[in-house]
């Protein structure tokens, strides 16, 4: 009996780094950007809508007509997925009217865009409050972004879309 006993607790903790492995890969949802809840997406379209609850059934509650906001994803459910927008409202959408794009919103009434990730480098231009950026790199406390037809560095602090200590490379 105490050799079966062995065998026994041999046997378990040989599975055990598989079953941490495989209890690790179930929390994870999707590939890619999907991997790790929540995350930030951009709309795909100008017109989606934002439901009750994940299905075609639930009722719209916002019809989203700005392509390419960022929005958080907190929840997954099958195709459909549960965001907060800038303004913290939430609704479901189908996962195919989001893009992993990453873009950012200003927050600020006047967002300065530098030529260097530096609060003394040259102004390039400024940004009204509420504009769409693309996302093109971030450090600890700047981006830097596509606004229209121009190209710079803004404080991360003046925007949404983005995690404070998240840095895109």
Same mark, same amino acid.
């Given at each position: 009996?105490?050799?079966?006993?062995?065998?026994?607790?041999?046997?378990?903790?040989?599975?055990?780094?598989?079953?941490?492995?495989?209890?690790?890969?179930?929390?994870?949802?999707?590939?890619?950007?999907?991997?790790?809840?929540?995350?930030?997406?951009?709309?795909?379209?100008?017109?989606?809508?934002?439901?009750?609850?994940?299905?075609?059934?639930?009722?719209?509650?916002?019809?989203?007509?700005?392509?390419?906001?960022?929005?958080?994803?907190?929840?997954?459910? #099958?195709?459909?997925? #549960?965001?907060?927008?800038?303004?913290?409202?939430?609704?479901?959408?189908?996962?195919?009217?989001?893009?992993?794009?990453?873009?950012?919103?200003?927050?600020?009434?006047? #967002?300065?865009?530098?030529? #260097?990730?530096?609060?003394?480098?040259?102004?390039?231009?400024?940004?009204?409050?509420?504009?769409?950026?693309?996302?093109?790199?971030?450090?600890?406390?700047?981006?830097?972004?596509?606004?229209?037809?121009?190209?710079?560095?803004?404080?991360?602090?003046?925007?949404?879309?983005?995690?404070?200590?998240?840095?895109?490379?």
């Amino acid at each position: 009996m105490p050799a079966l006993r062995a065998a026994l607790r041999f046997g378990l903790l040989m599975l055990l780094p598989w079953w941490m492995a495989a209890s690790a890969a179930a929390q994870t949802i999707g590939s890619g950007y999907e991997s790790f809840k929540p995350y930030f997406a951009s709309l795909r379209s100008n017109e989606v809508n934002a439901r009750v609850g994940p299905s075609k059934d639930h009722p719209i509650t916002w019809v989203y007509h700005r392509q390419g906001l960022p929005v958080q994803v907190i929840d997954v459910h #099958n195709e459909w997925r #549960n965001i907060i927008d800038p303004e913290g409202d939430k609704g479901w959408v189908k996962k195919s009217l989001l893009s992993p794009r990453r873009t950012v919103i200003t927050t600020a009434d006047k #967002n300065e865009l530098r030529a #260097n990730p530096s609060p003394s480098a040259t102004i390039i231009a400024t940004v009204e409050k509420q504009v769409v950026c693309t996302v093109r790199v971030c450090s600890l406390h700047w981006c830097q972004v596509d606004a229209g037809v121009y190209r710079g560095w803004m404080e991360k602090a003046s925007l949404w879309g983005i995690l404070p200590a998240e840095i895109i490379e």
